[in-house]
């Protein structure tokens, strides 16, 4: 089960992993081996955006049911965003589309920065 306390202890783990200049990040989390996520944790993983850089999407991984359905009802419940959301059944997949996506947000920086100088 992922508690509040856990939600923030994998919040700092990922800020020390990230540069400290970062400005847009991909998450890919495995969803696997999460068994459930208490209210308090759902609250703080859909109200705070405590990780460095700015989101530029989210990709949810995992091989299993329940993974998976608690994958989905994330999907569900943190409703719109300004950045995608999506599941998948392997950290592959969810990799080549992180990529894609971010390949896409680097073009879209260059060809925006063009256009105001």
Do not use: C
Not at 59 to 77: H, P, W
Not at 83 to 98: G, L
């Amino acid at each position: 089960m992922i508690t509040l306390d856990g939600a923030e202890e994998l919040t700092l783990r990922i800020n020390d992993l990230l540069q400290p200049d970062l400005t847009y990040r991909i998450g890919i989390y495995d969803f696997s081996d999460v068994k459930s996520v208490d209210d308090d944790a759902r609250i703080y993983f859909h109200e705070n955006e405590n990780i460095k850089g700015k989101a530029a999407a989210v990709a949810l991984v995992s091989s299993t049911f329940r993974g998976k359905m608690l994958s989905n009802l994330f999907v569900t419940l943190k409703g719109s965003t300004e950045h995608p959301v999506r599941s998948f059944d392997s950290i592959v997949e969810a990799d080549k589309w992180a990529t894609t996506v971010m390949a896409e947000a680097k073009s879209y920086a260059k060809t925006l920065n063009k256009v105001l100088t």
